[in-house]
Nanobody, 120 residues
Framework: QVQLVESGGGLVQPGGSLRLSCAAS????????MGWYRQAPGKQRELVAY???????NYANSVRGRFTITRDNAKNMAFLQMNSLKPEDTSVYYC??????????????WGQGTQVTVSS
């Protein structure tokens, strides 16, 4: 049973920080690309950041310099450190695991999401 369980969301003031965690189980974590996505009401789900099995990272322009994605393969966990939070960061944040199995098939797993609200 594949599981991705997010935690760490909550209410924070503008300029504050939160650290999201994603606990993974049921698959070989170390060979998957791990990503964080977010989706606000009425908007499309967007990629926030990802980190590959080889350690490459990328960030959405809106969060670059403020957010940091990391992973701990020994613990099967991924993290998103969010600093200098803005009200526009308010969203449900989702953990994602992705791997292309072959040219016509991929594994794509999602967590249930955790709410982040940035408000004064």
């Amino acid at each position: 049973q594949v599981q991705l369980v997010e935690s760490g969301g909550g209410l924070v003031q503008p300029g504050g920080s939160l650290r999201l965690s994603c606990a993974a189980s049921g698959f070989t974590f170390s060979i998957y690309t791990m990503g964080w996505y977010r989706q606000a009401p009425g908007k499309q789900r967007e990629l926030v950041a990802y980190t590959t099995d080889g350690g490459r990272t990328n960030y959405a322009n809106s969060v670059r310099g403020r957010f940091t994605i990391t992973r701990d393969n020994a613990k099967n966990m991924a993290f998103l450190q969010m600093n200098s939070l803005k009200p526009e960061d308010t969203s449900v944040y989702y953990c994602n695991a992705y791997r292309a199995v072959n040219p016509t098939s991929a594994s794509d797993y999602w967590g249930q999401g955790t709410q982040v609200t940035v408000s004064s």
